[in-house]
């Protein structure tokens, strides 16, 4: 896009062992779902995201970094940095059009009262998943508050939802 992520850069592979290594371990501690593992997963995504060369965005590896610390805000309830950290995520190489980024980000917007911008990525939600097969998989294990919203700004599918 515009040039910004031209060539075909590697990082290195202790680079990039330890990038993965530290966003599992950042993903395992929020999974505990207390201010402990957030606190954790925060360090670890953070020390990530240090590890890659400037800017980070023309990494792949950054989306799901941006997406866990989004993550981190989102059950801390800070909705605001949420979507910040989410539009972060999707601003990477190759996340525009992730299901579940837009989902993030969807949410977020919805929980912050833009329902404009929650009807938008919802939508965007929808239709990547169902453009890969997967249909309303996507909304699987969500609030339902979420796809009901969608079904009253989006037009159902000519085969139905």
């Given at each position: 896009?515009?040039?910004?992520?031209?060539?075909?850069?590697?990082?290195?592979?202790?680079?990039?062992?330890?990038?993965?290594?530290?966003?599992?371990?950042?993903?395992?501690?929020?999974?505990?779902?207390?201010?402990?593992?957030?606190?954790?997963?925060?360090?670890?995504?953070?020390?990530?995201?240090?590890?890659?060369?400037?800017?980070?965005?023309?990494?792949?590896?950054?989306?799901?970094?941006?997406?866990?610390?989004?993550?981190?805000?989102?059950?801390?309830?800070?909705?605001?940095?949420?979507?910040?950290?989410?539009?972060?995520?999707?601003?990477?190489?190759?996340?525009?059009?992730?299901?579940?980024?837009?989902?993030?980000?969807?949410?977020?917007?919805?929980?912050?009262?833009?329902?404009?911008?929650?009807?938008?990525?919802?939508?965007?939600?929808?239709?990547?998943?169902?453009?890969?097969?997967?249909?309303?998989?996507i909304f699987e294990?969500?609030?339902p508050k979420y796809?009901?919203?969608?079904?009253?700004?989006?037009?159902?599918?000519?085969?139905?939802?």
């Open positions: 896009m515009f040039g910004l992520f031209k060539g075909n850069k590697r990082l290195s592979d202790d680079v990039q062992r330890r990038v993965e290594g530290l966003s599992s371990q950042a993903v395992r501690a929020l999974a505990r779902n207390d201010a402990d593992g957030r606190q954790q997963a925060y360090r670890h995504c953070l020390e990530a995201l240090e590890l890659l060369p400037e800017p980070p965005g023309q990494w792949p590896q950054a989306a799901q970094l941006f997406a866990v610390l989004g993550d981190v805000y989102w059950q801390s309830g800070d909705f605001e940095t949420a979507s910040n950290a989410y539009i972060d995520a999707i601003s990477c190489r190759d996340a525009l059009g992730d299901a579940a980024l837009h989902l993030r980000l969807g949410r977020a917007h919805y929980e912050l009262g833009d329902s404009d911008r929650a009807a938008d990525e919802l939508c965007r939600a929808y239709l990547a998943s169902a453009h890969a097969g997967r249909g309303l998989a294990g969500e609030d796809f009901e919203f969608l079904k009253t700004r989006m037009q159902a599918p000519q085969d139905g939802w």
